[in-house]
């Protein structure tokens, strides 16, 4: 599913302020509204992602993502938020996940290729 921009990110990119080449990502167990800072994960850490260069107004992460470290904890992930720091940072998009990611504590979180598309509309 195709990510939306943040209050922070919109007001960014009109400003004409670029996006980080590198965002990290957090997870959130619902709805992270439009600051990105609702329904945190128990899951603190956040994980490097770096995006493919944009094709057609859409960019997706073109290989796979992975968590250096193991999950501390048990949990279902339903929102990804990005932001531009590995702590701290400005919240730049939210990525509504098609289906619930399930976090378990002891191993790695990995997301598929394209898991993250990001994305504007058009006009044609």
Do not use: C
């Not at 990290?24 to 800072?37: E, M």
């Not at 999950?71 to 938020?81: G, K, V």
């Amino acid at each position: 599913m195709a990510g939306y921009l943040t209050t922070y990110g919109a007001n960014a990119i009109l400003d004409g302020t670029p996006m980080p080449a590198t965002l990290w990502i957090k997870g959130h167990l619902g709805n992270p509204g439009v600051d990105a800072t609702a329904n945190p994960a128990a899951e603190t850490d956040r994980f490097a992602f770096t995006r493919a260069a944009a094709s057609l107004g859409s960019a997706s992460n073109a290989a796979r993502v992975a968590m250096t470290d193991e999950a501390s904890t048990t949990e279902d992930w339903t929102h990804l938020s990005l932001w531009s720091a590995s702590s701290g940072g400005n919240p730049w998009w939210i990525v509504p996940l098609t289906a619930d990611l399930a976090v378990v504590a002891g191993t790695q979180i990995v997301l598929a290729v394209s898991t993250l598309v990001l994305s504007f509309e058009r006009w044609i």
